[in-house]
């Protein structure tokens, strides 16, 4: 089994930052993309950002300039550096990741974490 473990989610000032981490563990054998998707109540799932294993970077227009993903293969480990932000990136945010786990080509999530952004 894999698991991804996010941290770094709170509640943020407009115009602040935050950084989220996840951490994937377990049987692992490659992962090919690490996404990071958000969920505001009252409405669907959306992909925030995208990287591939070869650092592609893939971005949601609404965060474009103001969020950064990267990731360190290493560690297995994905992060998403939040500037600017706005009330309306309140939302939880959830790690995603997809590769050979460690012998089917599968994606697993992570539980979420809740990112506020109010005064």
């Known amino acids: 089994q894999v698991h991804l473990v996010e941290s770094g989610g709170g509640l943020v000032q407009p115009g602040g930052s935050l950084t989220l981490s996840c951490a994937a563990s377990?049987?692992?054998?490659?992962?090919?993309?690490m996404a990071w998707y958000r969920q505001a109540p009252g409405k669907q799932r959306e992909l925030v950002a995208l990287?591939?294993?070869?650092?592609?970077?893939n971005y949601a227009d609404f965060v474009k300039g103001r969020f950064t993903i990267s990731r360190d293969n290493a560690k297995n480990t994905a992060y998403l550096q939040m500037n600017s932000l706005k009330p309306e990136d309140t939302a939880v945010y959830y790690c995603?990741?997809?590769?050979?786990?460690?012998?089917?080509?599968?994606?697993?999530w992570g539980q979420g974490t809740q990112v506020a952004v109010s005064s």
């Open positions: 990287i591939s294993s070869g650092a592609s970077t």
């Open positions: 377990g049987s692992i054998r490659s992962i090919n993309t």
């Open positions: 995603n990741a997809a590769g050979w786990f460690p012998y089917r080509y599968s994606e697993v």
